[in-house]
Nanobody
Framework: QVQLVESGGGLVRPGGSLRLSCVAS????????MGWYRRGPGQGRELVAA???????EYADSVKDRFTISRDNAKNTVSLQLNNLKPEDTAVYFC????????WGQGTQVTVAS
């Protein structure tokens, strides 16, 4: 019923940047605290950034000062700006509510390599 579609991933060299986007449909998006999650090779899914309905943000220590989360409630979208990327940022990135609902999108692959 609730659909989440992530996009914007790709292959980038260390130090480069990407901007990820997520479109949510089938839910009252503006009422939810939202997050970006990632799952690296051999790793579990971890929360990297979150944003409240009003725009208050928080970040994992590993990405603070490099990533920026934002949202546009009128467009039902949440974005993640990734700057100064490192190889350890390589992962599939997902958006969802925070805490997450059981429905996950396909995610978008970010690969950081020289």
């Amino acid at each position: 019923q609730v659909q989440l579609v992530e996009s914007g991933g790709g292959l980038v060299r260390p130090g480069g940047s990407l901007r990820l986007s997520c479109v949510a449909s089938g839910s009252n998006f503006s009422l939810y605290r939202m997050g970006w999650y990632r799952r690296g090779p051999g790793q579990g899914r971890e929360l990297v950034a979150a944003i409240t309905s009003g725009g208050t943000t928080e970040y994992a220590d590993s990405v603070k000062d490099r990533f920026t989360i934002s949202r546009d409630n009128a467009k039902n979208t949440v974005s993640l700006q990734l700057n100064n990327l490192k190889p350890e940022d390589t992962a599939v990135y997902f958006c969802n509510a925070q805490p997450p609902c059981p429905n996950w999108g396909q995610g978008t692959q970010v690969t950081v390599a020289s």
